[in-house]
Each structure stands twice: as C-alpha cells, then as structure tokens.
Nanobody, 125 residues
Framework: QVQLVESGGGLVQAGGSLRLSCAAS????????MAWFRQAPGKEREFVAG???????YYADAVKGRFTISRDNAKNTVYLQMNSLKPEDTAVYYC???????????????????WGQGTQVTVSS
C-alpha cells in the first residue's frame, strides 16, 4: 500500500525558511517522478516543484530561486526547502507521486496517482 506523509509545515514570518518532508512507503520511489503542489483557500491546487527519476528538477515561476526540491532515495523521502517565504506562499502543501511515469515532470495534478494528507504553511507579513 502506497503512503505519503508530509511534515515540516508551520507558521513563519515573511523572509523565513521551512523545510517540508514527504516520507514515502509501500514502494521504492527512486524510480518515480515526485512533486509538491499547494492549495490556498478558494484557489485551485497548483504545481510548485517536481523531481524526475534522474533527479532533474522543475519549478513554478512563483517559487523559482527560492524553493529547492530534493530526494534521499535511501530514506524514500522527498524534501522541499523553502527560503525567502512570502505571505502568498501560505497554503496547504501536498506531495504526490507519478506511478505512471509520464515523460518528464508533469505539472498538472491529475497525472499523479497518490497524494499525502498535506501540511499547512502559513507565512505572516
């Protein structure tokens, strides 16, 4: 059974940093693309960052240069390091895995098969 569990969210002031973790189980995830999405109240879920099977990365323009996605295959864990946080980064952050293995990193959420429960990130101004 595939399971993704996010952690690391919280309340931080603008300009601060957080590191989110996504612990995966039920499969060896090094073979699959993974991604972080976020959803703010009243808004659609949006792509934040993705990492391919070969550890290539891709970021949404809104977070490029501030966020870094990485993975530790030995721990079956994906991370999202978030620096220079802004109030508009406030959202519930979800990790997801693409078990279908679409070419490259897909930025649309229907392509991802399993999702974590989400972790809240709140950035105060």
């Amino acid at each position: 059974q595939v399971q993704l569990v996010e952690s690391g969210g919280g309340l931080v002031q603008a300009g601060g940093s957080l590191r989110l973790s996504c612990a995966a189980s039920g499969r060896t995830f090094r073979s699959y693309p993974m991604a972080w999405f976020r959803q703010a109240p009243g808004k659609e879920r949006e792509f934040v960052a993705g990492i391919s099977r070969s550890d290539g990365t891709y970021y949404a323009d809104a977070v490029k240069g501030r966020f870094t996605i990485s993975r530790d295959n030995a721990k079956n864990t994906v991370y999202l390091q978030m620096n220079s946080l802004k109030p508009e980064d406030t959202a519930v952050y979800y990790c997801a895995v693409d078990l279908t293995v679409h070419p490259g990193i897909v930025t649309t959420y229907p392509a991802y098969n399993y999702w974590g429960q989400g972790t809240q990130v709140t950035v105060s101004s």
